[in-house]
C-alpha cells in the first residue's frame, strides 16, 4: 500500500514472482517500482477510490487560492522543489496567494526557507486541517501542486482533482492518470503558469468511487474462488 515496495524493504527479496501474482498495488508507477526493485511486477492493479460525497457536483464561484499544497512536512514531500516552484511563480505574478496544509518536522526549516525568500506575503502554512475543511479548501484553490518524491498513489491528487483543481506534480502515484507532471523546478512552473489562466477544469475526474474499487475487489475474490 506504501513505500513497501521499494528497495529499502529488507524483506521484498524473500518474495518470489508466483506469490507476486497474488499481490494488488494500488497504481501502475508503484507496479514500475515494484519491477524496478525485484524484477517483476504484482498480479493486479486496482487504484484507491474516494467516497461519492466527497466528488461534489458543484463548487464555489471564487477560487481565492491561487496554489495550494497539502501533506506531511517531511523529506519524501520534497518541499524544498515546492517552495523553488513558488519562488518563480511569485517572480511571474508577485501577487500571487498559496497556502500549505500539513505539519511535521521540517516546518521550522520551511518557515525559515520562506522568510529568506520573502515569501511570507505569499505562502501561508495553515498546519493541520480536519479533513472536511482540507477538501473545503481544495474547493476554492486553483492549482494543487504536488511535489513528492513518491507516492503508492497519492489520495490528495485524487481529492484535489475532484474538488475542482488544476493537478500538477511530479510523475508519482497516479499523477500520470489526472495531472500535468514534471521533474524539474522550471517544467512545473510552466505547468501551473500555464493553468493558473485556465478556467477550472470541466469533464468527469478520472477517480473511482469507493464502490467502483469494491466491486473490483469483488470480483477478484470470485475469481480465485472459481480458481480454487
Known sequence: MGQDVLKSNRYLHFLSKTEAANLITVSEFQNECLVQSVGFPAGKCIPWGLAREDMPAAFPDQRPVDVLGCGS?????????????????????????????????????????????????????????????????????????????????????????????????TPVGIARDLASCANTAEALFNHVARLLVLPPPAGKVPVKTMEEVAAEYLDLYKNCKKAD
Open 73 to 169: 512536512l517531511i523529506p519524501v514531500k520534497n518541499w524544498n522543489l515546492w517552495l523553488e516552484v513558488l519562488a518563480m511563480l511569485v517572480r511571474w505574478n508577485p501577487a500571487l496567494k498559496a497556502e500549505i496544509i500539513g505539519d511535521g518536522p521540517e516546518r521550522k526549516r520551511l518557515e525559515e526557507q520562506i522568510w529568506k525568500n520573502k515569501l511570507e506575503r505569499n505562502i501561508s502554512l495553515t498546519g493541520t486541517l480536519p479533513r472536511p475543511l482540507v477538501l473545503k479548501k481544495m474547493s476554492i484553490s486553483r492549482v494543487f501542486l504536488h511535489t513528492s518524491g513518491y507516492e503508492s498513489f497519492g489520495y490528495v491528487l485524487a481529492e484535489a482533482a475532484a474538488n475542482g483543481c488544476h493537478v500538477v506534480s
